[in-house]
């Protein structure tokens, strides 16, 4: 593939069109010497680890427009830890959260980090009082660079819901108290059985993104686009491209470390994201679209997104050329 740099243009094509295409993180010392440049992270000769995490999002926002932040996903943001992420990029960069788990998780796993409530009910789950105060509000002076803030649902168990329809009233009343008109929202589910007329409906009614997520254990992005086509002019539009289906998470971090080069393609999911891409450009919408690959899909996600916009490159040749 061509150096990541060189992608910039059409990266930009796209963001002048209201359309992110970035990664899940950003933090890979693999993606030194295509994407990040080794001399700039350099301390007496050798790399320095904590330079580069100190340093490389702002080499990431000279190419890319948009990137998934993991870490409120584990604490609520702090007026320092949002510093720290929003103060290297510039204003027309926006920066996905993944909100925090306190707020999306309906019982503690049995985990280390979740300390004495690890294995209980939370009585946290849905807090709309809590999500605003804690995590919205700090967020405010960052508001025109924020882009989508992505409520991810782990997988839920017959414990936490007996039936599919008990949460999707719960997460109804918990959206009526968002401010849906002035922040991109989404949800991601882990639970296909949840992809139903009633979910779909409670998403358009609040105008929140359903977030298309190739995951192990969903249907694939073809078959949720087809479930459910993003045509709700008023909502943004969301995709993770994480996991190949069947793949669990720790048997392709073993096998995609340290994530420097393509290894497995997935011409299905790639075509699925162009297809995706090509739908919202044709169609005028009054909110983003943020699409975001993480490396664990195929290897290598700077690769994955060169393939993406090559497909999207390929496709506009056909459109233009007389001969096809």
Known sequence: MPSTHALAPALEALRRQNIHLGTSSWKYEGWLGDLYSPDRYLYRGKLSSTRFERNCLAEYAEVFSSVCADSSYYRFPSDSSLAKLYDPVGPQFRMSHKVTDTVTIKNFPNLPRHGELAGKENPHFLNANLFLSSFLKPLEPYREQTGLLMFEFSRFYPRDFERGRDFVEQLDRFLAKLPTDHWDFGVE??????????????????????????????????????????????????????????????????????????????????????????????APRKRATYVYVNNRLEGNALSTIAAILDLLGSDSSSRTDPSH
């Open 189 to 282: 589910i882990r639970n296909a059985n949840l992809l139903t007329k009633p979910y779909f409906d409670t998403l358009r009614r609040h105008h929140v993104a359903h977030v298309y997520n190739q995951w192990t254990r969903m249907p694939g992005l073809a078959e949720q686009l087809a479930l459910l086509p993003a045509d709700d002019h008023n909502a943004p539009v969301g995709a993770r491209l994480l996991l190949k289906c069947g793949r669990a998470y720790r048997e392709a971090v073993d096998h995609f470390s340290p994530y420097d080069r393509l290894r497995e393609p997935r011409p299905e999911v790639r075509q699925a994201t162009a297809n995706l891409l090509r739908t919202v450009k044709q």
